[in-house]
């Protein structure tokens, strides 16, 4: 086991222990990219709008702004190995091709050999030695698995995914409860219910979230602040930064964490 964070990664091999786990696992979304390799243990897991009951060798793919989660039985053991880097380690075109996959590629035992290596560099080097040889581990890992098959299973049919599509097609639109509702020609309490139902969440919780996660790539990208909130239809500044606060954990003046 082992937990390595430095500067802008974080590469983790975990083991939760019966009963450790809450019922529904970390349910977030962030501005990061996560490789979660599956090793043991009863789990469920989320991407947006599929889902599937993990085997060992399981590899999840979830590109930054998916929101995810877990549900686990807390009854048994819960390995994984969890990777977590910005796009900005990556070749730009590696990059794109991993927006565009996943997020689950079944029983990939072959990529064992990768994730063990890691726990073989973990305490042999330095720490600029290890954030080299495990972000060489990352890109050779990522190029090998965006040729390869995804497999998405037990993906909802009908409003969730509906919902979803909608949210992400929409994302720089004044998205309210109202308006949601209107498109769908459902209420809004069956809207709000159906979504949180399923995804373990509030629906417009998840669709501030989404527009702030793309509201950062368009900050790191160089436009101006104010454009930016005005870009994802928010009111005035000053609820755009206290949103971006609560979802990105610090000031839209304050993007080191990615850039360092």
């Known amino acids: 086991m082992f937990n390595f964070v430095y500067k802008n990664i974080d590469f983790a091999h975990k083991i939760d222990t019966a009963s450790q786990p809450s019922e529904n696992y970390f349910k977030h979304l962030h501005y990061f990219n996560e490789i979660?390799?599956?090793?043991?243990?009863?789990?469920?897991?989320?991407?947006?709008?599929?889902?599937?009951?993990?085997?060992?060798?399981?590899?999840?793919?979830?590109?930054?702004?998916?929101?995810?989660?877990?549900?686990?039985?807390?009854?048994?053991?819960?390995?994984?190995?969890?990777?977590?880097?910005?796009?900005?380690?990556?070749?730009?075109?590696?990059?794109?091709?991993?927006?565009?996959?996943?997020?689950?590629?079944?029983?990939?035992?072959?990529?064992?050999?990768?994730?063990?290596?890691?726990?073989?560099?973990?305490g042999k080097y330095s720490d600029d030695d290890l954030l080299t040889l495990f972000l060489c581990e990352t890109v050779r890992m990522l190029v090998m698995l965006c040729s390869e098959p995804t497999h998405s299973m037990n993906q909802p049919r009908g409003i969730i995914a509906d919902l979803i599509a909608y949210v992400d097609e929409n994302i720089r639109n004044a998205l309210t409860l109202d308006a949601i509702s209107e498109q769908f020609s459902f209420s809004k309490s069956y809207i709000s219910n159906e979504f949180r139902k399923y995804m373990k969440i509030p629906l417009m919780q998840y669709v501030r979230a989404k527009k702030i996660i793309a509201a950062h790539q368009m900050i790191l990208s160089g436009e101006k602040k104010h454009v930016v909130a005005e870009t994802f239809g928010f009111d005035d500044y000053s609820t755009f930064y206290r949103s971006y606060v609560k979802v990105m954990g610090f000031p839209p003046n304050d993007i080191k964490k990615e850039l360092q």
Request: charged share 25%.
């Open 36 to 122: 979660i390799y599956f090793v043991k243990g009863d789990v469920r897991y989320t991407v947006e709008s599929k889902s599937r009951d993990l085997t060992e060798g399981d590899i999840i793919l979830i590109p930054s702004g998916h929101y995810h989660f877990a549900t686990v039985n807390s009854e048994v053991n819960y390995e994984r190995y969890v990777l977590k880097f910005p796009n900005n380690i990556l070749p730009a075109e590696l990059a794109k091709k991993m927006q565009t996959r996943g997020p689950f590629f079944k029983a990939q035992r072959k990529y064992s050999f990768i994730f063990n290596q890691l726990d073989t560099y973990f």
